[in-house]
């Protein structure tokens, strides 16, 4: 059995219309034996936060 050590690639990176978000295809090839894998990431790009306020406490009276 090999035991697949992979390298991995972005073979296309595009943008997917239907889910409004990118997509990478990628390709993993095990560099043993040469097997190939496909595979779809979808990434969604961060949603947009409010950043936290932050409070600011002046001690400077006390
Ligand atoms: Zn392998």
């Known amino acids: 059995m090999c035991r697949h050590i992979y390298t991995e690639?972005?073979?296309k990176s595009y943008y997917d219309q239907n889910l409004q978000c990118r997509?990478?295809?990628r390709v993993r090839?095990?560099?043993l034996c040469g097997k190939t894998e496909?595979?779809?990431i979808y990434v969604k790009d961060p949603p947009k936060r409010k950043l936290p306020k932050f409070i600011h406490e002046?001690?400077?009276d006390a």
């Open 29 to 31: 090839t095990c560099i």
């Open 23 to 25: 997509a990478e295809k």
């Open 38 to 40: 496909k595979e779809t």
């Open 9 to 11: 690639s972005i073979e």
């Open 58 to 60: 002046d001690l400077s």
